[in-house]
């Protein structure tokens, strides 16, 4: 069983910056590809950015230029560096681990935390 634990959420205004960090526990960490999704009340989850066990990297439209992800495989942690903030970021960030394709390995979903861009 992996834990995945989202940290560093709240508010922030327009302009601002965050940087969410998702620890995960186990030690197959980085044969998983990490993504982070967010989901805004009313609306669907949707993907914000993706990196792969390799390190490459694919970020939603909306962001690119703005987010960064990132990870450390010595820390079982990936990273997600929100600048320029909108306030149509605003939602509820999930952190998700996924297995390698073909693969018998599990995916797994944080609980998720909350993002508010507002003046």
């Known amino acids: 069983q992996v834990q995945v634990e989202e940290s560093g959420g709240g508010l922030v205004q327009p302009g601002g910056s965050l940087r969410l960090s998702c620890a995960t526990s186990?030690?197959?960490?980085?044969?998983?590809?990490m993504g982070w999704y967010r989901q805004a009340p009313g609306k669907q989850r949707e993907l914000v950015a993706q990196i792969t066990s390799g390190g490459s990297t694919n970020y939603a439209d909306s962001v690119k230029g703005r987010f960064i992800i990132s990870r450390d495989n010595a820390k079982n942690t990936v990273y997600l560096q929100m600048n320029s903030l909108k306030p149509e970021d605003t939602g509820v960030y999930y952190c998700?681990?996924?297995?390698?394709?073909?693969?018998?390995?599990?995916?797994?979903w944080g609980q998720g935390t909350q993002v508010t861009v507002s003046s």
């Open positions: 186990g030690s197959i960490f980085n044969i998983y590809a």
């Open positions: 998700n681990a996924d297995p390698p394709p073909y693969s018998h390995y599990l995916g797994y």
